[in-house]
């Protein structure tokens, strides 16, 4: 493959379905032999309390790679922390670094950076340090690159190849259901 033909992806949105697609593309990329990491931002692991149902497979995929970053934000109560702590800040700038690491190590078919897009949203990291990895990206061009989160903005639209939105129209969480294991996480 030429570095033409590596492309980045945007799936983006308030709606149901961007990590979702983005793990689906890691199945399918691995399913077809080829090797996955995945950056999850603000998504933490304490090491011992894992909620993120999907961890539990990925780990046990050969040729995926995946690298939880972020402070554990469900609280003892089952309710989520919403306020950034410094700790957060710390967190975001380690899964840039380890992005940046990755891309100058091109061992992977397919990097997934899950829940960047949303580190920007939630001021954890800036418009700008997502462009230059973009720009680190493209002097580097050797595989497939997955951003996800809620919002984009006019600059990462007309750098990346597609952008997908999801677009809540109706969901149950606006009648009091809870997130639920298996199915939110």
Sequence with gaps: ??????????YYG?????TTSGMGLSLRAAGAGKT??????DKGYD????????RHLLRTIPGIEL???GCERMQPDGTFRFKNQPEDFEEAKR????????IEEEKQDLLFLDEILATVKYHLLKKE???SLLDHYDRHRRFELVLTGHVVWDELIERVDLVTEMRKVKHYFDEGTAARKGIEF
């Design 1 to 10: 493959m030429s570095e033409q033909d590596h492309k980045i992806h945007v």
């Design 14 to 18: 308030f709606g149901k379905g961007k």
């Design 36 to 41: 996955v990491a995945i950056v999850q931002f």
């Design 47 to 54: 090491g011992k309390n894992e909620h993120y149902s999907e």
């Design 67 to 69: 690298h939880p970053t």
């Design 95 to 102: 899964g840039l670094g380890l992005a940046r690491k990755l």
């Design 129 to 131: 340090d997502v462009m």
